[in-house]
């Protein structure tokens, strides 16, 4: 125990160093922590959030080219692959270890093995109420990491709706690194779409969007209303959003894609046109800016403005042909939290609020 100690705090000493190789340090010095301990899970959940400090938010390598979830192990970095060997110890002797298990949520959440942490999400719900009693809100939230990509869309929504009640009766800690309410808010409303339940669906985004956080502003009010057939909100709030002088380029090209939608609806084969015109010059950009994720984003935004000018001019097999391809093209689109895009391209009916 004393060695054990010592290690610790010679981890921590490394770990707020003011040089380029602190982390290195701390996760070796973490490593030497966990040989002495045994299997600690305290010790080994820290030893895990070491290793990810290494690459933080850079878990994984894309292959071949893709942006689809990550597939494991192949796509694990040496890191990730000691951080994940650690936290699944962590688990094995503390299975409702609150670090251990949000930890488990944000290494798996972006993989083919998302499935793997459900046990995981499932034991953080339990213990952020119970243990915890609701004071760490934004552990409250975290299970709906796992729950919006494993079909449990009505548990992400429960989830968030209770970390925001949580927030706003004082709790202790939310959500970290910016996000902060508006996370949770984005989380319930992109849950709430994907239930089917509108009007929770719009009063989540418009506390998202309330918040002025860059993450959830843009098109996320319009795309929830084309989600539902709701033309008018939807062309209302994309002209607010193309009102906003930090409107970036993919939100520009997202909600040009909305108003051509809209105009598909009303059988405006040349208001579909100019607008899906809007969209691709918008996408171009994107593209030069290098942004990965929005970038493949784009590729969608193609396939379904090009289902809006077919649907605009009575080509109902050239629009379905278009939006199967814009969700192909979604399923490529490398993990983002929550979601940006709500549309339902994967859904047979929904062109028929289209018509």
Same mark, same amino acid.
């Given at each position: 125990r004393?060695r054990t100690?010592?290690?610790l705090a010679?981890a921590?000493v490394?770990?707020?160093q003011?040089?380029?190789?602190?982390?290195?340090?701390y996760?070796?010095l973490?490593?030497?922590?966990?040989?002495e301990?045994?299997?600690?899970?305290?010790?080994?959940?820290?030893a895990?959030?070491?290793?990810m400090?290494?690459t933080?938010?850079?878990?994984?390598?894309?292959?071949?080219?893709?942006?689809?979830?990550y597939?494991?192990?192949d796509?694990? $970095?040496p890191? !990730? *692959?000691r951080? %994940?060997?650690?936290?699944?110890? @962590?688990?094995?002797s503390?299975? #409702?270890?609150?670090m251990?298990l949000?930890?488990?949520?944000h290494?798996?959440?972006?993989?083919?093995a998302?499935?793997?942490?459900e046990r995981s999400?499932?034991a953080?719900?339990?213990?952020?109420?119970?243990a915890?009693?609701?004071?760490v809100?934004?552990?409250?939230?975290?299970?709906?990491?796992i729950?919006?990509?494993?079909?449990r869309?009505?548990?992400a929504?429960?989830?968030?709706?209770?970390?925001?009640?949580d927030?706003?009766q004082?709790?202790l800690?939310?959500?970290?690194?910016?996000?902060?309410?508006?996370?949770?808010?984005?989380?319930?409303?992109?849950?709430?779409?994907w239930?089917?339940?509108?009007?929770?669906?719009?009063?989540?985004a418009?506390k998202?969007?309330?918040?002025? $956080?860059?993450? !959830? *502003?843009g098109c %996320?009010?319009?795309?929830?209303? @084309?989600?539902?057939?709701?033309? #008018?909100?939807?062309?209302?709030?994309?002209?607010?959003?193309?009102?906003?002088?930090h409107?970036?380029?993919?939100?520009?090209?997202?909600?040009a894609?909305?108003?051509?939608?809209s105009?598909s609806?009303r059988?405006?084969?040349?208001?579909a046109r100019?607008?899906?015109?809007?969209a691709?010059?918008f996408?171009?950009?994107?593209?030069?800016?290098?942004?990965?994720r929005a970038?493949?984003l784009?590729?969608a935004i193609?396939?379904?403005?090009?289902?809006?000018?077919a649907?605009?001019t009575?080509?109902?097999?050239g629009?379905?042909?278009a939006?199967a391809n814009?969700?192909?093209?979604?399923?490529q689109?490398?993990?983002?939290?929550p979601?940006?895009?709500?549309?339902?391209?994967?859904d047979?009916?929904?062109?028929s609020?289209?018509?």
């Open positions: 004393a100690a010592v290690l010679d921590a490394a770990r707020f003011e040089t380029s190789e602190r982390d290195n340090a996760a070796e973490m490593d030497h922590a966990v040989a301990a045994g299997e600690s899970a305290d010790v080994l959940s820290l895990a959030e070491a290793h400090l290494l933080p938010w850079r878990f994984y390598q894309h292959g071949n080219g893709s942006y689809a979830p597939r494991l192990p796509a694990a $970095k890191s !990730t *692959r951080a %994940l060997e650690y936290v699944e110890r @962590a688990l094995s503390n299975a #409702e270890h609150p251990a949000h930890l488990h949520i290494l798996l959440e972006p993989t083919n998302v499935s793997r942490a999400a499932d953080l719900a339990h213990v952020a109420r119970t915890l009693n609701g004071a809100d934004h552990l409250t939230h975290m299970p709906s990491h729950y919006l990509h494993i079909n869309a009505a548990d929504a429960r989830a968030n709706e209770v970390a925001l009640a927030a706003a004082g709790s800690m939310h959500c970290a690194y910016g996000y902060k309410l508006s996370h949770d808010a984005h989380f319930a409303a992109v849950a709430h779409a239930i089917g339940n509108w009007e929770l669906a719009r009063d989540y418009e998202a969007v309330g918040q002025e $956080k860059p993450h !959830t *502003r %996320l009010r319009a795309s929830l209303a @084309a989600r539902f057939g709701h033309w #008018e909100i939807a062309e209302m709030a994309a002209s607010q959003s193309e009102a906003e002088a409107q970036g380029p993919y939100d520009a090209a997202a909600c894609l909305i108003r051509a939608l105009a609806s059988r405006d084969a040349d208001g100019v607008a899906s015109r809007q691709l010059s996408c171009s950009r994107v593209h030069a800016r290098m942004n990965d970038a493949s784009c590729d193609r396939r379904a403005a090009e289902a809006a000018v649907f605009s009575g080509d109902s097999a629009g379905h042909q939006l814009a969700h192909d093209a979604v399923t689109v490398r993990y983002i939290e979601p940006l895009w709500v549309l339902p391209t994967d047979p009916s929904w062109p609020v289209l018509a």
